[in-house]
């Protein structure tokens, strides 16, 4: 029987709840198993299923690119509003070792990209999937470059559950825009049914494999994990839950891509992140930063979450 909403989701106040059905959970005999061998010999050294991995380097990252930071403005703002925000952004102290992108309604792009520090780059929020011409509502990939942005957002879960896009289609879209040059942020995420059915892992990974299907190379490409169910809802994994995820999709692209592009590629969290969380998130040795929503609006906030990369320098 699948367990209680309660059970299974963590709220920001709330972040050691259990982990959820679909996912990796600990196994106290294999954890016994692991301390014996390692009282008996030393000298070999197992990892029991509970432990992280050891942090490479200063930065406790798995992917080996900088932290990177995306804020998703959705459907939000006007030009009084979205001005104010600029200038809060353009007076934050952000850290330097953060890729740091913003992603405006299409309308203010132009605005935001005049206006908005260099330190901060722009992106779409979604992008047609080949070149342009009578495709009405729509925006190409060469106009998202000609107003100055080198990102889109593809694949996001209102795009795919609310307009009705398919993996595939969504796939082909990721395909053109980065053989255009943008940079993608491929989301991926189950929905609240898909999680209490265990089908977490299917899921993320049929949606990975539309990407992996599709794109060139994955150079320039981002992957989002946002779980629908904590996409504006308040609702948020617990950092443990979020890691197990993430190593599930490091260990799904280093089998079915490459060890390459598992070590290279970032994965992100999305889903409710905010101030009062994003620190002990991006503790996690997989969680290579974060797609924000509605704190993307709020110029501090933001900036506090860009910052929580110290919560993950170590000593070396």
Aim: proline fraction near 3%; include cysteine; charge should be neutral.
């Amino acid at each position: 029987m699948a367990s209680s909403l309660t059970a299974q989701i963590s709220c920001a106040t709330h972040p050691s709840a259990p982990s959820f059905s679909g996912l990796r959970r600990t196994c106290p005999m294999l954890d016994a198993a692991v301390s014996f061998c390692n009282r008996v010999n030393p000298s070999i050294r197992l990892v029991s299923s509970s432990q992280h991995r050891s942090p490479r380097g200063v930065v406790a990252m798995a992917g080996s690119g900088k932290f990177f930071v995306g804020g998703n403005w959705k459907c939000n703002g006007t030009k009084e509003s979205i001005s104010k925000l600029i200038s809060d952004l353009n007076s934050a102290s952000l850290e330097a070792d953060v890729d740091v992108v913003v992603s405006p309604p299409f309308v203010y792009i132009d605005h935001v990209k005049s206006s908005m520090t260099d330190r901060i780059e722009i992106s779409g929020q979604n992008s047609w999937v080949g070149k342009g011409g009578a495709f009405t509502g729509e925006i190409s990939v060469e106009q998202l470059k000609d107003i100055g942005c080198k990102w889109v957002i593809l694949g996001h879960s209102e795009r795919r559950h609310v307009i009705g896009e398919k993996d595939e289609f969504i796939g082909k879209k990721a395909a053109y825009a980065l053989s255009e040059g943008l940079g993608v942020i491929a989301c991926i995420g189950e929905k609240l049914e898909e999680r209490e059915a265990g089908k977490t892992f299917d899921v993320c990974f049929q949606q990975l494999k539309a990407f992996a299907d599709a794109v060139p190379s994955w150079d320039k490409v981002v992957v989002a994990y946002e779980p629908v169910w904590a996409i504006g809802t308040g609702k948020v994994a617990s950092p443990q839950q979020a890691q197990e995820v993430h190593v599930a999709v490091r260990d799904w692209l280093k089998k079915n891509v490459s060890e390459e592009v598992s070590s290279k590629t970032r994965i992100i969290y999305g889903g409710s992140v905010n101030g009062g969380n994003c620190a002990e998130l991006a503790k996690e040795e997989d969680i290579d930063g974060f797609l924000v929503g509605g704190a993307s609006l709020k110029g501090p906030e933001f900036a506090t979450i860009v910052n929580s990369v110290t919560s993950k320098k170590v000593a070396a």
